[in-house]
């Protein structure tokens, strides 16, 4: 039996509960690691791009094999799942901003393609094929390059809700 302390009062975002025990066990259960814990935390965003899928390389009757009615330009309501990992600082009881991390996020990524013809702005894509295996390599790329302090696990990008695709570290 011990007291229950559920930290979504303190910050909403944590679906973290815990227990302290009878017995001197501090915030966070000391002496049981949790500072060696390696914590997986997942941040969600949206936004909405147009893309086509069409080769310049490729004959008319090549591109309606490959890309059929997806070679005109159409859009989507894209998901964005990043997971990044890291251990808790005891003294804050997380390891990352999410305030910071979103802004990072939306100003690199979010921003750049939201209401956008991907195929204007992502590179080499001009004449190729802007498929969603492209689009989350770019986003990769980009939170690698642009956002070196996070220890990027995972990204899974939704296209439909049927069709995603995931990136590992």
Known sequence: RGNTVSLARCRPWYLVVVNIFRGGA??????LGWEKKKIYLTKKFDFSSAHRMLNGDFSEEENNMH??????????NY???VTISG?????KGY????NEMSEAIKS???????HQYLNDILP???NKPVTIEVISIWIWDTIIQKMPGYDLFKIRL????NNSVEIYK
């Open 124 to 126: 080499d894509c001009k």
């Open 26 to 31: 501090a915030f966070f259960g000391r002496g």
């Open 158 to 161: 939704w296209e439909t809700e």
């Open 79 to 81: 998901f964005l799942e």
């Open 108 to 114: 690199n990524i979010i921003n750049v393609l939201d």
């Open 67 to 76: 890309f059929g009615k997806c070679q005109n330009m159409h859009s989507h």
């Open 95 to 98: 390891f990352v901003n999410l």
């Open 87 to 91: 251990s808790v600082d005891k003294s």
